[in-house]
């Protein structure tokens, strides 16, 4: 069974820092693995994404505050949001790709970032 489980999600002041984790198990070989968020009346949109080889993409709007990494061994991908601000506010969903090309999503965690 496969199972995404995210967590580090919670309220923050705007300029603080929060970080998610997101435990991957249940799928045999992981490629791409990476952030999404969704806040309300908007589409869910990337932040960041890293590749099996380590390679890693942003969004325009997590470049230089976001870091997105991942412990192979523990199929766990994380990301360090800095200096957060509340347009950041929104449901992060962890999102992993398998070799085979099959997308698996957790079930998102909450991020507020208050004014």
């Known amino acids: 069974q496969v199972q995404l489980v995210e967590s580090g999600g919670g309220l923050v002041q705007a300029g603080g820092s929060l970080r998610l984790s997101c435990a991957a198990s249940?799928?045999?070989?992981?490629?791409?693995m990476g952030w999404y968020r969704q806040a309300p009346g908007n589409e869910r949109e990337l932040v960041a994404g890293?590749?099996?080889?380590?390679?890693?993409y942003y969004a325009d709007s997590a470049k230089g505050r976001f870091t997105i990494s991942r412990d192979n061994a523990r199929n766990t991908v994380y990301l360090q949001m800095n200096s957060l601000k509340p347009e950041d506010t929104a449901v992060y969903y962890c999102?992993?790709?398998?070799?085979?090309?099959?997308?698996?999503w957790g079930k998102g965690t909450l991020v507020t970032v208050s004014s």
């Open positions: 999102k992993s790709t398998s070799t085979r090309g099959m997308d698996y």
């Open positions: 249940g799928i045999f070989s992981i490629n791409a």
């Open positions: 890293i590749r099996s080889g380590g390679s890693t």
